[in-house]
């Protein structure tokens, strides 16, 4: 009786949602990818990340792949790109017995020299704790890779996540305080009902946390998202960081409204990443787009990169942003065409 209901909780795993994600696709054999010519307006990618090269004047933009893999396009303006590239596809053993399906999130920065891929891991293993009528809880977590260029290869530092792996974890970032690096991640709603972001110590080649995580703030101490009314749980998605010309350290990060998913905007007016956090009542996005990331332009100016809509059919859009030194506005999206 065990061994059969263990196998529908599986299978319920496997087909209803559960994260804030739309579902992801399942690794299976697919045609290889064809990299062309594109337009930004007829890309289709989910959870964008946008890094800008000046030594070679080229933005390279990752996102999800088919399966469990990553996937790049590259652009000398923002409107004209060419891809996709699949960069990174996660071996069936890189989290040994454990069965990678999904990878979600991709971000890319630059550190001393390498280029490091921050991945979320989605697995259909079930963690041993489970509450009654919620959704299953799986084996998820956000872990660090590295490479030599931002094409790669990337090979990761372990066979688990960075944060703990008893956490469900996802949407992991990278931040360097006071010469020191972080992760800083979302806590998933599935595991706590009431999402969180934290941020954990990194050894200085990022290869391993040094240090449990800390709490930096909950969904709900922000007054902009709004809880599920069947389940009433609160979202934390895909926090970035960013130091205004103030010196505030603010952070955007995403969530549900009425008007779908939604990025807002938390201030540490010290700076630091151990706050305190405070939120700004008004969201940055309500249009039913999200998993925003902020980026500058080769001649100086603050965008912020995000999918939209959230179903299946996500595209990524570019969006100037105003830094008042109190908060960041939008000012209006980049030429789509």
Known sequence: ?????????????????????????????????????????????????????????????VGPGRGASVVEYTSKDLVNWVGPKEIFRAPADIWGDTRVNAVWAPEMHVYKGKYYLFLTFSTNKLLQEQWLNWRPRVVRGSQILVGDSPTGPFKAFQNHSTPPTDMMTLDGTFWVEDGKPYMVFAHEWVQISNGTIEYIPLKDDLSEATAPPKLMFRANQAKWP????????????????????????????????????????????????????????????????????????????????????????????????????????????????
């Open 226 to 337: 709004v809880p599920s009314a069947a389940e009433g749980w609160y979202v934390t998605d895909w926090p970035y960081l960013y130091t205004s010309k103030s010196g505030k350290l603010m952070m955007i990060w995403s969530s549900f409204t009425a008007g779908g998913y939604t990025v807002g905007v938390a201030i540490s007016p010290s700076g630091k990443l151990a706050g305190p956090w405070v939120h700004d009542n008004t969201p940055l996005f309500d249009k039913d787009g999200g998993h925003g990331m902020l980026f500058k332009t080769f001649d100086g100016k603050l965008m912020m990169a995000l999918h939209t809509p959230n179903n299946q059919a996500p595209q990524p859009h570019f969006y100037y942003i105003e830094d008042t030194g109190e908060t960041l506005k939008v000012t209006g999206e980049s030429i789509r065409e």
């Open 1 to 61: 009786m065990k061994k059969a209901a263990r196998s529908i909780i599986l299978l319920l795993a496997t087909s209803i949602g559960l994260s804030s994600y739309a579902q992801q696709p399942q690794r299976r054999q697919a045609a290889p990818l064809e990299s062309k010519a594109v337009k930004l307006k007829d890309i289709r990618l989910r959870d964008v990340c946008v890094v800008a090269d000046k030594a070679s004047g080229t933005y390279y933009m």
